[in-house]
């Protein structure tokens, strides 16, 4: 009887909060709900039982590994509520055990009904933001441009990877579509590097895909070229980031880094050193913020002391510096097993062309700037690829990959 009444309420529960958490975690601030709602379900879910059914799977058992390593680096910094608003964040990739372990093929679905709700509200709302108020990003979901670039390159590169695996010309020639309007609104935001991220990704799907007919490819590629011109001529943003772009490389000249081109370099330079001075333990995580501002004083005779005026330091702008830094070349080392577990999941389930995609962004986008902290990409990144994983595999998702 008990038992007849629990399952009675458990499915539509655990349904409803897959659909929460898709459409609600563009609103960076409900995860502190729906973080906690996921895993009441997982538990109910009785997914406690399957964890180590599920940390079979390469991408979780990476993700535990870096997390767990950030954990321990939290022992040799002494000021661990430094910047915890940043290095918290990497936390955020735990939430891909419990969402995967849920997702059966039937709860996919409602979980890619509610992703796809929650995108394309927001997408709506960013291209109505930047339409009538002639501002980027999303404001009522507190997104920055950055942040806002950034879900438009990861939904026309989802696009491009389904349209190169589609065996129909209608399909495909949507997916094109979706893909060409989301790159065009991206081009009327800031993130340049996040665009051309973009653009060389869905360059090089397009050359997996017509790597043996060089004239499609070519084809597709001058297309392409056409498109991005016209959409730059249109672009009044993206004309400006480019008199930026030159502007930076003059005042460069002059040796002032006082530029977002001048900072981020010597965010690196700096970084790379502190790397070489603490390769194995890192300054701890949480630590990067302060080191910096502590050794720009006298680092290289304090060419960049000027730096603290122009710009707090929050990150060092690249994924693999910002972590060699928190936790040494072992974190750098579980970041590339994490990208490479990411790759293998998708290669295992048959999706290799969308792993492909996926992960040649989040490397491109993490060289110039921290894409795994990200308020919302990781999570958009995470849910795509378990509801992916699901769907291909047709199979319960605590089974392990491997035995495909």
Same mark, same amino acid.
């Given at each position: 009887?008990?038992?007849?009444? @629990?399952?009675?309420?458990?499915?539509?529960?655990?349904?409803?909060?897959?659909?929460?958490?898709?459409?609600?975690?563009?609103?960076?601030?409900?995860?502190?709900?729906?973080?906690?709602?996921?895993?009441?379900?997982?538990?109910?879910?009785?997914? @406690?039982?399957?964890?180590?059914?599920?940390?079979?799977?390469?991408?979780?058992?990476?993700?535990?590994?870096?997390?767990?390593?950030?954990?321990?680096?939290?022992?040799?910094?002494?000021?661990?509520?430094?910047?915890?608003?940043?290095?918290?964040?990497?936390?955020?990739?735990?939430?891909?055990?419990?969402?995967?372990?849920?997702?059966?093929?039937?709860?996919?679905?409602?979980?890619?009904?509610?992703? #796809?709700?929650?995108?394309?509200?927001?997408?709506?709302?960013?291209?109505?933001?930047?339409?009538?108020?002639?501002?980027?990003?999303?404001?009522?979901?507190?997104?920055?441009?950055?942040?806002?670039?950034?879900?438009?390159?990861?939904?026309?590169?989802?696009?491009?990877?389904?349209?190169?695996?589609?065996?129909?010309?209608?399909?495909?020639?949507?997916?094109?579509?979706?893909?060409?309007?989301?790159?065009?609104?991206?081009?009327?935001?800031?993130?340049?590097?996040?665009?051309?991220? @973009?653009?060389?990704?869905?360059?090089?799907?397009?050359?997996?895909?017509?790597?043996?007919?060089?004239?499609?490819?070519?084809? @597709?590629?001058?297309?392409?070229?056409?498109?991005?011109?016209?959409?730059?001529?249109?672009?009044?943003?993206?004309?400006?980031?480019?008199?930026?772009?030159?502007?930076?490389?003059?005042?460069?000249?002059?040796?002032?880094?006082?530029?977002?081109?001048?900072?981020?370099?010597?965010?690196?330079?700096?970084?790379?050193?502190?790397?070489?001075?603490?390769?194995?333990?890192?300054?701890?995580?949480?630590?990067?913020?302060?080191?910096?501002?502590?050794?720009?004083?006298?680092?290289?005779?304090?060419?960049?002391?000027?730096?603290?005026?122009?710009?707090?330091?929050?990150?060092?702008?690249?994924?693999?510096?910002?972590?060699?830094?928190?936790?040494?070349?072992?974190?750098?080392?579980?970041?590339?097993?994490? #990208?490479?577990?990411?790759?293998?999941?998708?290669?295992?389930?048959?999706?290799?062309?969308?792993?492909?995609?996926?992960?040649?962004?989040?490397?491109?986008?993490?060289?110039?700037?921290?894409?795994?902290?990200?308020?919302?990409?990781?999570?958009?990144?995470?849910?795509?690829?378990?509801?992916?994983?699901?769907?291909?595999?047709?199979?319960?998702?605590?089974?392990?990959?491997?035995?495909?």
């Amino acid at each position: 009887m008990n038992l007849t009444h @629990t399952s009675s309420w458990r499915e539509p529960f655990i349904r409803w909060v897959l659909i929460l958490v898709c459409v609600g975690f563009w609103r960076s601030e409900l995860n502190v709900i729906l973080f906690p709602l996921l895993g009441i379900a997982w538990v109910v879910d009785g997914g @406690t039982g399957r964890l180590s059914q599920t940390l079979k799977n390469p991408l979780a058992l990476a993700i535990l590994l870096l997390c767990g390593l950030l954990l321990v680096g939290l022992l040799w910094n002494d000021s661990v509520h430094e910047g915890r608003m940043k290095w918290l964040k990497y936390f955020v990739l735990l939430m891909f055990i419990p969402f995967y372990s849920l997702l059966n093929k039937e709860r996919a679905v409602w979980a890619m009904i509610g992703l #796809m709700a929650g995108y394309i509200l927001v997408l709506a709302l960013g291209i109505h933001q930047w339409l009538v108020a002639g501002e980027q990003g999303v404001a009522l979901m507190r997104m920055s441009y950055l942040s806002f670039s950034a879900m438009l390159g990861v939904g026309a590169i989802t696009a491009v990877s389904f349209a190169c695996r589609s065996q129909s010309a209608m399909l495909t020639a949507a997916l094109w579509s979706v893909a060409l309007v989301l790159i065009f609104v991206q081009f009327h935001q800031g993130g340049r590097i996040l665009l051309l991220a @973009t653009l060389v990704t869905v360059l090089f799907l397009s050359f997996l895909r017509y790597r043996i007919e060089m004239r499609k490819f070519a084809g @597709t590629a001058i297309f392409l070229a056409i498109a991005a011109a016209a959409f730059a001529y249109s672009s009044p943003v993206f004309q400006d980031r480019l008199s930026q772009i030159k502007s930076d490389v003059e005042l460069l000249q002059q040796d002032d880094y006082r530029s977002s081109l001048g900072y981020r370099l010597a965010m690196w330079d700096v970084g790379l050193h502190g790397i070489a001075e603490r390769p194995l333990t890192g300054y701890g995580t949480g630590a990067p913020e302060r080191y910096f501002e502590h050794t720009i004083l006298t680092y290289k005779d304090g060419i960049y002391k000027n730096l603290v005026e122009f710009q707090k330091t929050s990150h060092f702008h690249n994924d693999w510096i910002e972590i060699g830094l928190h936790v040494g070349i072992p974190g750098m080392l579980a970041l590339l097993f994490l #990208m490479v577990s990411w790759c293998r999941v998708f290669k295992n389930a048959g999706l290799s062309i969308l792993g492909t995609g996926l992960i040649s962004y989040v490397l491109l986008s993490g060289l110039t700037d921290t894409f795994l902290i990200f308020s919302r990409t990781p999570i958009l990144l995470l849910i795509i690829t378990a509801i992916a994983l699901v769907w291909q595999t047709r199979q319960e998702p605590c089974v392990s990959l491997e035995s495909n």
